[in-house]
């Protein structure tokens, strides 16, 4: 069973860049589409994109576009979120998971298979 454990969390200030990994472990991470999600303190969780199979990435949030980049190294089973230009309404804790449809793991399914998340916080 996939099993998903982010990394890479920290304390910034606003302006920097951080880059969080989302290790993949328990089967080969190539059949899975991962995505990137946040919840802040009192917002709603937050899809921030995903990237499919293929290596596109789809369904990037207004709020992270053009700051925020996902990529994926199948032989690393490893998948990535580079923030940029980070602020502090960015302070959220992190997590990656893998979506779930009748067709497979592709970004427009239910969520499943998340990491315990990495906390993210943004100074002014």
């Known amino acids: 069973q996939l099993q998903l454990v982010e990394s890479g969390g920290d304390s910034v200030q606003a302006g920097g860049s951080l880059r969080l990994s989302c290790a993949a472990s328990?089967?080969?991470?190539?059949?899975?589409?991962i995505g990137w999600l946040r919840q802040a303190p009192k917002k709603d969780l937050e899809v921030l994109g995903c990237i499919d199979v293929n290596g596109y990435t789809v369904k990037v949030a207004d709020s992270v576009k053009g700051r925020f980049t996902i990529s994926r190294d199948n032989a690393k089973r490893t998948v990535y979120l580079q923030m940029n230009n980070l602020r502090p309404d960015d302070t959220a804790i992190y997590y990656c998971?893998?979506?779930?449809?009748?067709?497979?793991?592709?970004?427009?399914?239910?969520?499943?298979?998340w990491g315990q998340g990495t906390q993210v916080t943004v100074s002014s």
């Open positions: 998971a893998a979506p779930h449809s009748l067709y497979g793991s592709t970004c427009d399914g239910e969520y499943k298979n």
């Open positions: 328990g089967v080969a991470l190539d059949y899975y589409s």
